[in-house]
């Protein structure tokens, strides 16, 4: 079981607060608001799929990382300028310029 707590900066104030916890175990999320979080009725990411509650949601999609979570990680993209270059350059290295 890992466990992670979610930070964010609060659109409203500006200041970065403790949003909740998530707890993966077996491809499966559990995502819980952190108290303060609740009892402020505070701005959350996606009131829609994860209204503002007390109630842990259990999240079965993206190996139980809820979306608003996922979408702020880093994906597979990111390790890509970094990859060696076939002819020695790195991804990142500008390509020649042509001037004509």
Not at 35 to 54: F, M, Q
Not at 69 to 87: E, F, S, Y
Request: a negative charge; charged letters at 20%; one cysteine or more.
């Amino acid at each position: 079981m890992s466990r992670a707590y979610i930070y964010m900066e609060c659109p409203e104030t500006g200041e970065t607060v403790t949003l909740g916890r998530l707890t993966l175990a077996g491809g499966t999320g559990t995502f819980v608001y952190a108290p303060e979080i609740v009892e402020a009725k505070r701005w959350v990411p996606d009131p829609i799929r994860y209204p503002l509650s007390t109630r842990p949601i259990q999240v079965h999609k993206n190996g139980g990382v809820p979306g608003f979570i996922d979408d702020a990680m880093p994906d597979g993209l990111g390790g890509t300028p970094v990859a060696p270059h076939p002819k020695g350059r790195a991804h990142s290295d500008p390509a020649p310029a042509v001037i004509s």
